[in-house]
């Protein structure tokens, strides 16, 4: 906590600028792309999920309007979300009170993240996004997540190492610092602050 990942979350989005160093995309510096040329290759699912009024699936639409409704059902299907939304007092045509309050966590986030795939963007990125989720939907989410991951860039931020274990590249931040970075068998091999946090909580 306070190591400075939603940090380097929000200078990828451009809510603020890099006050040294640089940030490149697609081979250019991150300030040669427009706002709106970078948001639209960009997904973020975080752990404040965020509902607008309307119907679930004008919630799901957003990212990506001109999807078709069978778009968005066939998205959910292949995420796992579709039998969670398909129980909703209407289903898709559910209507999402101010701020989803009428939605349970796990099912506002679960909605957040399908709304992602149905945006289909060129770099995902997860900042703690399955926290609201119990484990077994959190595992099915993961499985399902890792056929809508490749191919393009995803960045998930995550103090549940489960969640991260088969990323091709693990960094871990200490105090604002790179302190370690590698595969999780580089890491536990290292026998570092990442062996530490893994044996913690992986119980290895």
Known sequence: TGSGKTSIISLLARFYEPQAGQIRVDGLPIADHTLASLHRK???????????????????????????????????????????????????????????????????????????????PRILIFDEATSALDTESERAIQTNMRRFMAGRTSLVIAHRLSTIRDADTIVVLEKGQVAEKGTHDELMAVRGLYFYLASQQLGL
């Open 42 to 120: 960009l997904g973020m699912v975080t752990q404040e999920n965020f509902l607008f009024t309307g119907t679930v699936m004008e919630n799901l639409k957003f990212g990506r309007p001109e999807a078709t409704d069978e778009e968005v059902i066939v998205a959910a299907k292949a995420l796992g979300t579709h039998s969670v939304i398909e129980r909703l007092p209407t289903g898709y045509a559910t209507e999402v009170r101010e701020r989803g309050g009428n939605f349970s966590a796990g099912e506002r986030q679960l909605i957040t993240i399908t709304r992602a795939m149905v945006a289909a």
